[in-house]
T-cell receptor, first 113, second 116 residues
């Protein structure tokens, strides 16, 4: 399975944008890039996903490099509630419905008031 | 709409005891999953189910059994608990994923299990 590499930790000031990077140099053509986050003492929560084009939703934006070997999750205006561990995950999709998610150790995001 | 509910939330067992963790979802999802989370290791898939009456092994299935007798419930069993099974256990569910469907997984809040 293709792997992802993320920084162990990052800090950002409250109300500023946050860019969380993820490297996935061995990504295959059928791998989607998913992001989940895990707030303290809670289960992971889906944030966003994409394949080639940049994606936006109410929670965040996902910027995908043209060669797809890296991506960046963008939180446009961080709040204290965004302090969490963020996971970048490659999800192989096939006609057989392979839905397994492989979690790495993620990036622990700290928001400074 | 409760989403994914796990019971119990906390449990302490002695080595050799058995127990069952219950996961219930009210979203009519086909797929259900059990993960464990240990410090510094992220989440690892234990077993999963692609529909009522089916189960399959994940990454770390040894020492666990599962059953999916009803679509809304997915049970994780420890027949003879060991200290190495001390962990936080998360259940998740997702809608049927055929083709390039990218339905997200919805997680419960976890069961914290300690084996002494």
């Amino acid at each position: 399975d293709a792997k992802t590499t993320q920084p162990n930790s990052m800090e950002s000031n409250e109300e500023e944008p946050v860019h969380l990077p993820c490297n996935h140099s061995t990504i295959s053509g059928t791998d989607y890039i998913h992001w989940y986050r895990q707030l303290p003492s809670q289960g992971p929560e889906y944030v966003i996903h994409g394949l080639t084009s940049n994606v936006n939703n109410r929670m965040a934006s996902l910027a995908i490099a043209e060669d797809r070997k890296s991506s960046t999750l963008i939180l446009h205006r961080a709040t204290l509630r965004d302090a969490a561990v963020y996971y970048c995950i490659l999800r192989a999709i096939s006609n057989f419905g392979n839905e397994k998610l492989t979690f790495g150790t993620g990036t622990r995001l700290t928001i400074i008031p | 709409n409760a989403g994914v509910t796990q019971t119990p939330k906390f449990r302490v067992l002695k080595t050799g005891q058995s127990m069952t963790l219950l996961c219930a979802q009210d979203m009519n999802h086909e797929y259900m999953y059990w993960y464990r989370q240990d410090p510094g290791m992220g989440l690892r898939l234990i077993h999963y189910s692609v529909g009522e009456g089916t189960t399959a092994k994940g990454e770390v299935p040894d020492g666990y059994n599962v059953s999916r007798l009803k679509k809304q419930n997915f049970l994780l069993g420890l027949e003879s608990a060991a200290p190495s099974q001390t962990s936080v256990y998360f259940c998740a569910s997702s809608y049927s994923p055929t083709g390039i469907n990218n339905q997200p997984q919805h997680f419960g809040d976890g069961t914290r299990l300690s084996i002494l």
